[in-house]
């Protein structure tokens, strides 16, 4: 078995070839080695890459902790390893499924504070890059569904989806990535409607050194729920290190 790893920041990712090679593979000859491995972690933007054929590819934050305050309501919500899991199906596409086993909600209201445990919602991905490895501008498409696996406080309890669409392009010797985003979002006081939600995202990846990049980014979303809508923005950035192809 053929093993891959590479951390970055507080997210990691590991690639495994699915099957050992076979004896007709192996009179044919040593086979190429992959390109470095390509994630989508830590920042929150889509590569155009995808995971190589045959190949699976895990992604996974150590610990994701946001909170928010609204109405003197706080709400704490943290995420215990949160894996993605991907299979390259070809050369040009793979299917993701993300699920965080452990969930954390603490929500403080009053001076009191109540504390819920258990599993994520599932969300599973198809991601298929549009464009020859050797074109200037890469496209891809990630059309995505959430499955409701978590218990309502944890998950709103329905069924949602959406597509994501990744455009990278080299700008000198930063490369540019743009990620629109559409998704059909459950309505927070009638949960069998459904409004839009749009997120929208530039990344600026700049290499430091061969092996080490860091990327700012700039991120929004603009959730039009019919109760009221909730508009997000943040700045990011990360370094991420490749102390090998594997590593």
């Avoid at 086979?31 to 590819?57: H, L, S, Y």
């Avoid at 969300?123 to 498409?141: E, G, M, N, W």
Wanted: hydrophobic share 40%; net charge negative.
């Amino acid at each position: 078995m053929r093993f891959r790893f590479s951390p970055a920041a507080a997210a990691c990712a590991v690639m495994f070839a699915a099957a050992p090679l076979s004896a007709q593979d192996a009179l044919a000859g040593p086979i190429a080695e992959p390109a470095p491995i390509c994630t989508d972690r830590p920042t929150k933007g889509t590569a155009t890459c995808t995971v190589p054929k045959g190949m699976i590819q895990v992604e996974s934050d150590a610990i994701f902790w946001t909170r928010s305050e609204t109405g003197g309501q706080r709400s704490d919500v943290l995420l215990y390893t949160n894996p993605t899991v991907k299979f390259g199906l070809t050369d040009s596409s793979d299917i993701q499924f993300n699920l965080a086993p452990q969930v954390e909600v603490r929500s403080r209201v009053a001076g009191q504070t109540v504390t819920q445990r258990g599993v994520g919602d599932l969300t599973v991905r198809f991601k298929q890059r549009l464009t020859d490895p050797s074109d200037r501008v890469q496209i891809a498409v990630v059309p995505f569904v959430k499955v409701p696996t978590a218990e309502r406080g944890i998950g709103n309890g329905e069924w949602e989806g959406g597509l994501v669409t990744s455009f990278q392009v080299p700008v000198g010797a930063a490369t540019l990535t743009l990620v629109p985003q559409f998704a059909l979002l459950a309505d927070s006081l009638e949960p069998d409607n459904r409004h839009i939600e749009f997120q929208g995202l530039v990344n600026l990846a700049y290499p430091l050194a061969p092996r080490t990049t860091m990327a700012l980014e700039l991120w929004t979303a603009q959730n039009w729920d019919p109760s009221g809508t909730v508009r997000q923005y943040s700045a990011d950035a990360a370094i991420s290190h490749l102390l090998n192809n594997n590593l």
